[in-house]
């Protein structure tokens, strides 16, 4: 009988969890997002360290998760400096005129959860160059409880992280980036790349 009342009490407990909010401007100033032109002529790399966002997580219902990841255009950086500016200018990614590169979150599909771990299937609304598409991209979310001092080197504070990871191609002309131009120093498709940390701390 008292077996039988723990486990309803779990039950009861995880049916009842509150979503949590983690959020990703990062307090160490780490989270970046890394891209790659992997061009003819000028492989180009490069990243973007203006990361921020709000996500709401359930550890007890994963497939409810919501939210949106935003960079912030200007941040955007490769190893040349012109190039750097070019990036940003009018006639690539206007970052006066378009500030924020964003995923919004749609829905999770393909849900699948190990321990810590969930895989799933990140359907959503992108924007970049001020064009707005539908995207799926296969993620990780990785959910650590009690991590968010740990991570700052201060374990007396409380508090969860979420670590996002994916992965994902699109093609510049699909965004209005100077399609069909310089395709042998530009490659035409953009690869991104994500793994960053959102912050949940204790209040």
Not at 3 to 28: E, G, Q, R, T
Not at 86 to 97: D, I, M, S, T, Y
Not at 163 to 179: E, H, K, L, P, Q
Request: charge should be positive; aromatic fraction near 4%.
């Amino acid at each position: 009988m008292k077996k039988i009342l723990l486990i309803s009490l779990v039950l009861s407990s995880a049916l009842n969890a509150a979503p949590i909010s983690f959020d990703f401007k990062d307090p160490k100033g780490v989270n970046a997002i890394q891209f790659s032109l992997d061009s003819l002529l000028e492989p180009i790399s490069g990243n973007g360290s203006g990361v921020s966002g709000m996500v709401s997580f359930d550890p007890a219902n994963v497939g409810a998760t919501s939210g949106k990841i935003v960079v912030a255009t200007a941040s955007l950086t490769v190893s040349n400096s012109m190039m750097t500016d070019h990036l940003r200018g009018e006639k690539w990614l206007n970052a006066p005129v378009h500030p924020e590169i964003v995923f919004e979150l749609v829905k999770l599909d393909n849900v699948q959860t190990s321990g810590t771990t969930t895989t799933a299937t990140a359907a959503g609304k992108f924007t970049l160059n001020g064009v707005t598409k539908s995207l799926t991209v296969p993620v990780k979310l990785t959910h650590l409880a009690g991590a968010f001092g740990k991570r700052l080197n201060k374990p007396e504070i409380g508090g969860d992280l979420l670590v996002i990871r994916g992965s994902f191609t699109i093609n510049r002309s699909d965004y209005a980036i100077m399609a069909g131009q310089m395709e042998d120093k530009v490659n035409p498709e953009i690869k991104l790349t994500l793994a960053i940390v959102g912050s949940a701390p204790k209040a």
